[in-house]
Structures are given as structure tokens and as C-alpha cells.
């Protein structure tokens, strides 16, 4: 966006997309050109108040510092291990230190581990082999749930890799995409995409009931896709086809939305994942606009953050997004093939309130 709007190729875009299928596309977007990055990534611009910070990158094992052994120092060689090649979706430890991110193309779960300094696969066992894994999530057992469309089941993992439930075949999941994990009310959400519906399961893997159907009405859908909850509950749906994100009570009936189809601010062109900050804040990728977009729980936008590129804080078909119980909030970068981090800050008098304003976005956001 500049002081205007979107710019105007990226405006061009979101109407070509429109008519395009919008889950599981990789294209509709031109190649961004490099661009150096400079100084400290904050959003807003001073002198207002930051709100968010850039933080990291995260690409692969050569960027989590591990030292080189001997033979790689003596022979000059680079050390560069696993890398990232088309990430769909990423969660992470409260602590921040294990990061785990799904990758469709290499078929695995990557695991980086900022004590261990190392990217690695995890292994599953013949049970639990991944043939497209999309959305990750843990719970606090340190249970791994992953959606695999390919498979038409959720998974659910040991940390060892270890399968201890498949759900989704009782139930015919066309396409399992988005999960939300609610464990204040043991409840497990699943996005059956092209099915146009949610999935509740508890914890334990039981089903309880489903909700949705496609259209464009309040509480129908049009190709749904990522999830969230936040801490009253409510479930946030990206109702990705009809360019909105919905949400809903615990018993899966309608409270509100908020987004339309245009290339202006609080708009949508191809929204993907979604997530809420401990303030409630509400961050909506948008995969079209290369950015992710920052709400408050009624649907106003506060900020929005980045542009299509290469560099810090600039995206290439961005799909998810995850924020942790610290606020670090966790971008799959999906054409960069990478995870950028940032830090949602608080406001300083309190959390809670909110000083941003429409102007700040307008003039200041990114």
C-alpha cells in the first residue's frame, strides 16, 4: 500500500485473481525484485508508537548460527543442512525456541530448534507419513496436529513423530486445511475446505458436530480456509472466497464479520491465515496483497504490514500466520521459503488500548 491504496499492479492482481481457485495456488503473483534491507523494521513509522517489530528469519539450518565443525573449517566449506523449500504453515513452543513449520514440496515437518542451532526434519513413522501437510498446531502435551490434504485426515503426533490419532475418515473431510486448537474448551477445529464447512472435535479426537455450508450468507462459506480462536473463544474463520473473515461462538453460530473484495484498506484479494495477539488483535495474511493486515476484535483496522519482496519485512505469497503467548507472530513466507518473525508491542499505557488511527495507516503503514 502507499498513501492512496494499494498500489496500482497490486490492485490489477486482485481483480485477476478473483476468478481464479483460490486454495492451493502458488502463482498469480510476478517475481519481486531484491531489494537491500535497511535500519530497524518497525511499523508504524516514528514517532508514533511501535507496534510491531521485525525481528528474524528463518530459512533454513545455516540460520540458526551452529558452528562449523572441524572438517568444514579446515576445507572452507559452507554448512548448510535442511532448508525451507514451500512452507504452508508454522506454530511454535510458548517459549519461542522450537519452531515448527509445515512444507509442501518436501513433504515434512520442520522442526527449528534455536537451543540445538539446527533445522531438522521430523521423522514419523510409516502410520503417520505426510504427503501434503498444510496447517500445524500444539497443544500443551506437546502433541503435533497437522492437516494433510492429500490424506484427507488430521494428524496427531508425538513429539517423537509417533501417531497417536487420525481423524477425519468417519467424518469424509474433502479437504482438512485450518486448525485452531481451544484447549480451555477442549475443542479441535478443522476448515474441510472445498467442503465449505467446520469440523469440532474435543482433544481426545471425538467428533462432536459440524457447521457451514457454501454461500454467501452470514454464517455460510465459500472456500474457507485458516482458523483461530481467541481467549473469549470465539472462532475466526478466512472465508477466503468471499473475502471476509467470520466469527463464531463456541456452539459454531454466527457473530459477525468484517472485510470485502477491493484493493483499499481492510480490504481482501486472497486472505489466508489468521490469528489474534493477547491485546485480541486480529492479523489476517493476505497471500494477493503480500501483507498482513492488523485489526481490533470488532473488525476496524489498526495497521497493516509489509510489501511484496524479498527483503525483511517484504513477502512473496504469504499463507499463514501464528502468534505466540509472548506476541512474537510467526509469517510463512511461502515464495521466499521462509518463516519471518516480528513482536507485536504493547501499548504502553496498558494492555488493551489502542492508539492507532486511520491516519497512522494511511500514512504510516508500511
Given at each position: 500500500m502507499n498513501k492512496t491504496g494499494f498500489s496500482g499492479w497490486q490492485g490489477a492482481l486482485a481483480r485477476v485473481c478473483v476468478g481464479i481457485a483460490i486454495v492451493g495456488l502458488a502463482?498469480?503473483?510476478a517475481e519481486p525484485v531484491k531489494k537491500p534491507a535497511t535500519g530497524d523494521l518497525v511499523w508504524p513509522l516514528p514517532p508514533e508508537q511501535t507496534r510491531i517489530r521485525y525481528l528474524?528469519?528463518?530459512?533454513?539450518?545455516?540460520?540458526?548460527?551452529?558452528?562449523?565443525?572441524?572438517?568444514?573449517?579446515?576445507?572452507?566449506e559452507k554448512k548448510t543442512g535442511l532448508s525451507l523449500d514451500k512452507p504452508y504453515g508454522v506454530t511454535a513452543t510458548a517459549d519461542g525456541r522450537l519452531i515448527y513449520v509445515t512444507d509442501t514440496r518436501l513433504r515434512a515437518i520442520v522442526v527449528f530448534d534455536l537451543d540445538k542451532r539446527e533445522a531438522r526434519p521430523l521423522?514419523?513413522?510409516a502410520?503417520?507419513?505426510?504427503?501434503?501437510?498444510?496447517?500445524?498446531?500444539?497443544?500443551?502435551?506437546?502433541?503435533?496436529?497437522v492437516s494433510d490434504s492429500e490424506r484427507n485426515e488430521v494428524l496427531v503426533l508425538s513429539q517423537e513423530g509417533k501417531t497417536l490419532l487420525a481423524l477425519g475418515k468417519p467424518e469424509q473431510i474433502g479437504r482438512p486445511t485450518g486448525l485452531a486448537l481451544d484447549e480451555a474448551r477442549n475443542r479441535l477445529y478443522v476448515t474441510d475446505t472445498i467442503k465449505h464447512r467446520i469440523l469440532v472435535y474435543d482433544l481426545d479426537g471425538k467428533f462432536q458436530f459440524e457447521f457451514g455450508e457454501r454461500g454467501a450468507e452470514p454464517g455460510q462459506f465459500n472456500y474457507p480456509v485458516n482458523l483461530a480462536v481467541d481467549r473469549e473463544g470465539r472462532l475466526l474463520v478466512t472465508d477466503t472466497g468471499n473475502f471476509r473473515v467470520q466469527v463464531f461462538d463456541i456452539q459454531g453460530k454466527y457473530i459477525s464479520a468484517f472485510g470485502r473484495l477491493g484493493d483499499t484498506y481492510g480490504s481482501f484479494s486472497r486472505p489466508k491465515g489468521v490469528a489474534v495477539d493477547t491485546d485480541g488483535n486480529i492479523y489476517v495474511v493476505d497471500g494477493a496483497f503480500n501483507n498482513f493486515q492488523i485489526f481490533d476484535r470488532e473488525g476496524k483496522l489498526l495497521l497493516f504490514v509489509g510489501r511484496t519482496g524479498r527483503e525483511a519485512g517484504e513477502f512473496w505469497?504469504?499463507?499463514?500466520?501464528?502468534?505466540?503467548?509472548?506476541?512474537?507472530?510467526?509469517v510463512v513466507d511461502s515464495m521466499n521459503a521462509r518463516i519471518q518473525v516480528f513482536q507485536y508491542i504493547k501499548d504502553q499505557q496498558g494492555a488493551g488500548k489502542q492508539a492507532l488511527t486511520w491516519a497512522s495507516v494511511e500514512t504510516r503503514g508500511g
Amino acid at each position: 500500500m502507499n498513501k492512496t491504496g494499494f498500489s496500482g499492479w497490486q490492485g490489477a492482481l486482485a481483480r485477476v485473481c478473483v476468478g481464479i481457485a483460490i486454495v492451493g495456488l502458488a502463482g498469480c503473483a510476478a517475481e519481486p525484485v531484491k531489494k537491500p534491507a535497511t535500519g530497524d523494521l518497525v511499523w508504524p513509522l516514528p514517532p508514533e508508537q511501535t507496534r510491531i517489530r521485525y525481528l528474524a528469519e528463518y530459512r533454513g539450518h545455516s540460520d540458526l548460527g551452529a558452528k562449523s565443525d572441524l572438517k568444514t573449517t579446515l576445507l572452507g566449506e559452507k554448512k548448510t543442512g535442511l532448508s525451507l523449500d514451500k512452507p504452508y504453515g508454522v506454530t511454535a513452543t510458548a517459549d519461542g525456541r522450537l519452531i515448527y513449520v509445515t512444507d509442501t514440496r518436501l513433504r515434512a515437518i520442520v522442526v527449528f530448534d534455536l537451543d540445538k542451532r539446527e533445522a531438522r526434519p521430523l521423522r514419523t513413522d510409516a502410520h503417520g507419513a505426510l504427503y501434503n501437510p498444510l496447517e500445524i498446531r500444539l497443544d500443551s502435551r506437546g502433541r503435533i496436529f497437522v492437516s494433510d490434504s492429500e490424506r484427507n485426515e488430521v494428524l496427531v503426533l508425538s513429539q517423537e513423530g509417533k501417531t497417536l490419532l487420525a481423524l477425519g475418515k468417519p467424518e469424509q473431510i474433502g479437504r482438512p486445511t485450518g486448525l485452531a486448537l481451544d484447549e480451555a474448551r477442549n475443542r479441535l477445529y478443522v476448515t474441510d475446505t472445498i467442503k465449505h464447512r467446520i469440523l469440532v472435535y474435543d482433544l481426545d479426537g471425538k467428533f462432536q458436530f459440524e457447521f457451514g455450508e457454501r454461500g454467501a450468507e452470514p454464517g455460510q462459506f465459500n472456500y474457507p480456509v485458516n482458523l483461530a480462536v481467541d481467549r473469549e473463544g470465539r472462532l475466526l474463520v478466512t472465508d477466503t472466497g468471499n473475502f471476509r473473515v467470520q466469527v463464531f461462538d463456541i456452539q459454531g453460530k454466527y457473530i459477525s464479520a468484517f472485510g470485502r473484495l477491493g484493493d483499499t484498506y481492510g480490504s481482501f484479494s486472497r486472505p489466508k491465515g489468521v490469528a489474534v495477539d493477547t491485546d485480541g488483535n486480529i492479523y489476517v495474511v493476505d497471500g494477493a496483497f503480500n501483507n498482513f493486515q492488523i485489526f481490533d476484535r470488532e473488525g476496524k483496522l489498526l495497521l497493516f504490514v509489509g510489501r511484496t519482496g524479498r527483503e525483511a519485512g517484504e513477502f512473496w505469497i504469504p499463507t499463514a500466520i501464528f502468534v505466540d503467548a509472548s506476541d512474537r507472530v510467526y509469517v510463512v513466507d511461502s515464495m521466499n521459503a521462509r518463516i519471518q518473525v516480528f513482536q507485536y508491542i504493547k501499548d504502553q499505557q496498558g494492555a488493551g488500548k489502542q492508539a492507532l488511527t486511520w491516519a497512522s495507516v494511511e500514512t504510516r503503514g508500511g
